[in-house]
């Protein structure tokens, strides 16, 4: 109820989005484009900065920010642009760049008050209604589908709409997926925690990789001339390292990796370590009058720096789905439905190699063979790249054929 009593109730909408960061905004924004009324919901006030997580931006989410016209305010943010990424492994070295995807050769690494907030706009301009600090408590239900949200506002008010379809995008803990009760259909527990922090005065030509026992440390530009530099860590020591971060980042740094422990110091930290784990697992996409969409349907470890990339892919295949299920009248589930194949068809490969990539382990011996006969061969490391960009299917990189080219020293770009 509202500070006078009384329940505010909206229009009904076409489709109600709940969270409006990179999946939330993104789905909003291509729903609206495509001339639909769309309400969207956050519990958050915004501009506002997302402290639990990382946020390299692939070259396929980048090309993905290209094609809805974004690419550009990327660019004008500061944001730089990232095309050498290096791969210490102790013993040697690697250096390249991941294939392009549609064009795009780059990366980004842009912070998420920038990010989220960008798509944000892109969405209103698009006429989406957004409402922040709208907390979603409540679904509305007719005839065994959802039919609509409560929730409550900044000043203790309740508010309600109906919809058509009612989107999840409300991130790993989802609400909206609790409330329908979606299935998980995988789940695997916490292999690896990340701590990170940002640096003035730390220069950073790339996106820098260095894979040690039980650690990824890393290093990316970002915006403001900062950069963000951290490390994957092994589940079991995880909590201990994040409890003593202030001392223990830069004694594994020394430990580890040496060159960078000296860039650490002679930088400027700007801010505090921040710290995340999270389980990877996958839930049913669809139900009658629901859709999740972003790690609320399917959260990656965050190894591999997918998740964002993968929110903007999600948003074009279930904005597509559900303006054609719009249209499909009385048949709208079913034809929503075909989301959860295609979302799975393109990211199960790389969940299941970010869930092994994630137990931070020796890799077998056939693989650190591979990884031997890499110096030298451009094409090959660029590829293998590439698989983390997502421009280059995992399959595709460990296929048989590619590893004995490879062996042989004759890879050439699949
Ligand atoms: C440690 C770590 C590092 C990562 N690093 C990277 C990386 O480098 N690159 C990358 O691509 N991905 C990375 N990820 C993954 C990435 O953060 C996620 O994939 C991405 O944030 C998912 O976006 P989303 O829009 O689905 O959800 P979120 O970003 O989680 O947004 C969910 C939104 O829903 C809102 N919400 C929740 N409940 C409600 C409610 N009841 N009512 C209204 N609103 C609600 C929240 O306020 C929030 O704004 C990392 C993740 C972790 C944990």
Excluded at 1 to 18: E, K, N, P, T, W
Excluded at 261 to 281: C, D, E, M, V
Excluded at 355 to 379: V, W
Excluded at 385 to 402: R, Y
Aim: hydrophobic fraction near 45%; aromatic fraction near 8%; charge should be negative.
């Amino acid at each position: 109820m509202g500070a006078s009593g009384v329940m505010a109730q909206r229009q009904a909408y076409d489709v109600i989005i709940v969270g409006a960061r990179c999946a939330g905004s993104a789905t909003a924004m291509l729903m609206a484009r495509r001339g639909h009324s769309v309400l969207l919901l956050d519990a958050d006030r915004f501009p506002s900065d997302f402290e639990a997580s990382t946020h390299l931006l692939w070259q396929s989410g980048a090309a993905r920010l290209a094609k809805w016209g974004l690419l550009d305010r990327l660019r004008e943010t500061g944001c730089p642009s990232i095309r050498k990424i290096t791969l210490d492994l102790a013993v040697m070295s690697l250096e390249g760049n991941a294939p392009a995807a549609d064009g795009i050769d780059e990366a980004f690494c842009p912070r998420r008050l920038v990010l989220d907030e960008l798509l944000l706009e892109a969405a209103q301009e698009a006429g989406v209604e957004f409402h922040q600090e709208s907390r979603v408590r409540e679904l509305i239900m007719q005839d065994g589908r959802v039919h609509g949200v409560r929730w409550t506002t900044a000043d203790g008010g309740t508010e309600e709409a109906t919809c058509r379809m009612l989107i999840g995008a409300d991130g790993a803990s989802s609400p909206v997926a609790k409330m329908v009760d979606a299935p998980v259909l995988d789940e695997h527990p916490r292999h690896e925690g990340i701590i990170w922090a940002y640096f003035d005065n730390f220069p950073a030509e790339g996106m820098e990789f260095y894979s040690r026992p039980r650690r990824m440390l890393m290093v990316y530009p970002t915006n403001n001339g900062q950069s963000l530099v951290g490390s994957c860590v092994h589940q079991e020591d995880y909590a201990e390292v994040a409890r003593e971060a202030d001392t223990r980042m830069l004694e594994e740094f020394e430990a580890l990796a040496p060159s960078l422990a000296a860039r650490t110091r002679q930088a400027t930290q700007s801010s505090r370590w921040l710290t995340r784990s999270t389980k990877g697992f996958r839930r049913q996409a669809t139900g009658p009058g629901w859709a999740l969409v972003g790690d609320a349907g399917l959260t990656m470890d965050p190894i591999t720096a997918a998740g964002i990339s993968n929110a903007f892919r999600d948003a074009d295949l279930l904005s597509a789905a559900v303006h054609d299920g719009l249209a499909a009248g009385a048949d709208i589930d079913a034809v929503v439905a075909r989301f959860q194949d295609e979302r799975d068809a393109v990211s199960i490969p790389l969940y299941e190699f970010a869930k092994e990539s994630s137990k931070l382990e020796p890799p077998p011996q056939p693989i650190m063979d591979l990884f031997g006969a890499l110096p030298g061969q451009q094409d090959a490391i660029d590829q293998y790249f590439g698989v983390f960009a997502q421009t280059v299917p995992v399959s595709e990189f460990f296929a048989e054929a590619n590893f004995v080219r490879i062996m042989s020293g004759q890879s050439q770009t699949a």
